[in-house]
């Protein structure tokens, strides 16, 4: 038995949310660097895409003549650099929610755009006990946004059975495809549009960091998905 009626798994991002963001001031020092323009659109594309497919992308818009293996060459060395002011830090209040479904019988995973041994060992292997322990993290660069992925092909799951925790809007747009749940905690640096945009795809629950999300806010997102009222379809 678990706490929930209809909720099986919830599935936490890393870079964002059980992690501080890393990734799109990196996003945006890069693009102006090369003289390109920092937009909505752009983060669209560049954000929740596989990595050359970003590369790919942040060459166009800055008109770099080079391939995406090399922009992203370039683009990690940036974020190296970055690193060494802001390093990765696990979010504050990550491990009291940890603890908190560890007590409900729900399966936990954490996923990410980078291999398991970078994103989950380094960072969070001393709370391993806390996450699936058959898969306690999944690389989903190969296959972004990986929410069909998570949920059928690896954990085997019904859409509606699965919670995806996730900063950007790209996985709440797939989430709300499939009807899986989602709670938001949009990326909210002074560049970023994923508030805006995921109040346009109807997410209910937009928190700003994951110390707010607990069992009371959990059970209406279960209560919500047993009904079928999680998303606002008319958005």
Known sequence: MTEFGKIKLI?????????????SPVIERFVRRHGGEYTAELERHVWGSPQLAAGQYMALACRLPYSANDVMKDFFAERDRYLAEHPVRVAPGAEDLLKTLAGTGVRVTSYGGRGKEYSFDRFLGHLEQYFDAETPYVDVNPFRPGVKEIVTDIFGYDYDEVVFVDDINRVAEAAKAFGAGFVGIPASM????????MAETGVRYQLDKIDAVDLPLLREVDRHLADGTLWDLSA
Do not use: I, K, S
Request: proline residues 5%; glycine residues 4%; without cysteine.
């Open 11 to 23: 599935a936490l991002d890393t870079d964002g949310v059980l992690f501080n963001d890393t990734y």
């Open 190 to 197: 002074p560049h970023n549009f994923q508030r805006a945009q």
